[in-house]
């Protein structure tokens, strides 16, 4: 990430366009390593180790989270498998969680190449 901000004279539009939408990617990628680390935390109900009555009282207090966010991005690498091609792409960044999560329910492999297409955007 430190290799984004050097140089930060901008003297073409599109370096500066290529980082920010560099940034994001690995932003989007955060999101997918968040997920499965959280689905790990909850599976294994770590909150119990901190006195926490729940995961949610942990997301919120200990990672300053939204729940909404933590249960969609868990939701999201429970059901990765069902969806290969999908779930690369979110791991790789390519689509966001939001873009994930929204296409999962209607997600095939028949229509693979067209979703697939939204990465760049």
Same mark, same amino acid.
Request: hydrophobic content about 45%; charged content about 30%; overall charge positive.
């Given at each position: 990430?430190?290799?984004l901000?050097?140089?930060?004279v901008?003297?073409?539009v ?9 940034? $994001?990617?690995?932003?989007?990628r955060? !999101? +997918?390593?968040? =997920?499965?680390?959280? @689905?790990l ?6 909150? &119990?180790?901190? =006195?926490? %009555? ?7 207090? &200990?990672? =300053?989270?939204? *729940? &909404?966010?933590?249960? /969609?991005?868990? #939701? $999201?690498?429970? &059901? /990765?498998?069902?969806? %290969? /091609?999908? #779930? !690369? /792409?979110?791991r790789?960044?390519?689509?966001? +969680?939001?873009?994930a999560?929204?296409?999962? %329910?209607?997600?095939?492999? #028949?229509? *693979?190449?067209?979703w697939?297409?939204?990465?760049? @955007?």
């Open positions: 990430m430190t290799e901000v050097r140089d930060l901008c003297d073409d599109s370096k500066l366009d290529a980082k920010l939408r560099l940034c $994001l990617r690995q932003m989007q955060i !999101d +997918w390593q968040m =997920g499965r680390l959280l @689905r935390f909850i599976d294994l109900r770590l909150h &119990r180790f901190f =006195g926490l %009555p729940s995961s949610a009282c942990y997301i919120r207090e &200990r990672l =300053g989270m939204s *729940v &909404r966010k933590s249960r /969609a991005l868990t #939701a $999201l690498e429970r &059901r /990765a498998g069902l969806a %290969p /091609a999908l #779930a !690369d /792409a979110y790789d960044g390519r689509l966001s +969680w939001i873009q999560l929204t296409l999962l %329910p209607v997600v095939n492999e #028949a229509h *693979v190449e067209a697939s297409g939204a990465r760049g @955007r």
